[in-house]
């Protein structure tokens, strides 16, 4: 009877040790941040959102990617939209999520290298609602199967 006692006072040690362990194991881990726009190319304006995205974008996402803000950026088209699918989906891949005060600081630094403060950069954006409608936004985590 001691011996069973001993034994299985001995596992249940075992089990309680182990477990916490094994708990703290994951077959994930999480990566870098992506956030996707949908955007409605309006009739007729294919060419000149492109052209749009090919130049003024783009040169504001190399800009970010230089300065490390961003790892990457993508443009994917949504060749067979179904009624009420965006046509392009605008990717931007980044580390982290930054506190307040960084954003702040980067949102400074970008709005310098734009030449331009937050009201200009609101009324350029509007007046790209000729050519596109944004109908949203997400922000996706990358999982990272182990």
Do not use: C
């Not at 989906?89 to 030449?115: C, G, S, T, W």
């Not at 950069?121 to 944004?134: C, N």
Request: without cysteine.
């Amino acid at each position: 009877m001691k011996i069973k006692f001993a034994a299985g006072f001995a596992l249940a040690t075992m089990l309680a040790f182990s477990a916490p362990a094994i708990a703290q194991e994951s077959s994930y881990t999480p990566g870098d941040y992506w956030d996707v726009s949908d955007i409605d190319v309006l009739d007729g304006q294919y060419d000149s959102y492109m052209d749009y995205l090919a130049g003024p974008w783009k040169a504001q996402q190399e800009w970010a990617k230089s300065k490390g803000y961003i790892k990457s950026y993508k443009v994917v088209a949504n060749n067979y939209p179904r009624d009420g699918e965006p046509d392009l989906y605008l990717i931007v891949v980044y580390p982290k999520v930054y506190d307040n005060a960084e954003q702040e600081r980067q949102r400074k630094e970008f709005h310098a290298f734009m030449k331009a403060d937050s009201r200009a950069m609101g009324k350029a954006y509007a007046e790209r609602g000729t050519m596109r409608k944004a109908k949203g936004s997400a922000q996706l985590q990358e999982v990272i199967l182990k």
